[in-house]
């Protein structure tokens, strides 16, 4: 099943991987997202996120090349970093998967739930920290379902111990 990102989702991860350079705080989960880093090489980081998420018996639905994206856009975007650049990163990419069983839990309790598929989270590294790469996620939409405040804690414990695993 391939799903897409609808342009406020777009939006939205743009945002997130462009605030996304701080250590995981209250802060950033304020602002709906918790980021970890690691020294490494990005690939690395990458392929270990990869596996995290296979091993957890999930399948990667799509992965997003972000960094190439930006490349290819930036002219027509009329954008570019403060430094000139296109990008601020060296590689950023999106990875989405469905861990089905907590969304199937989620949509019972509540079809609204649907506004946290698929489960996205990023690895990339910026330009300006070279072979420091962080690894993150998007914290799921609150509900005032205290079933769909359940699952979402289950995912939000999934997701974590995905980042501190490639991490640590």
Known sequence: MMVRFLPAQVLALCLVLGLASVPPTRASDDLGFRVYTKAGKFADVRDDLQDAIVKRGFVIDYVGHFNQMLERTATAAQSVTK????????????????PSELTHAAISASPFSIANCPVAVFVYELKAEPSKVHVGYRLPVGSPSRLVKQVNEKLVGLLHDIAVEVTK
């Open 83 to 98: 430094d000139g650049s296109k990008s601020p990163y060296l590689e950023a990419q999106y990875l989405q998967f469905c």
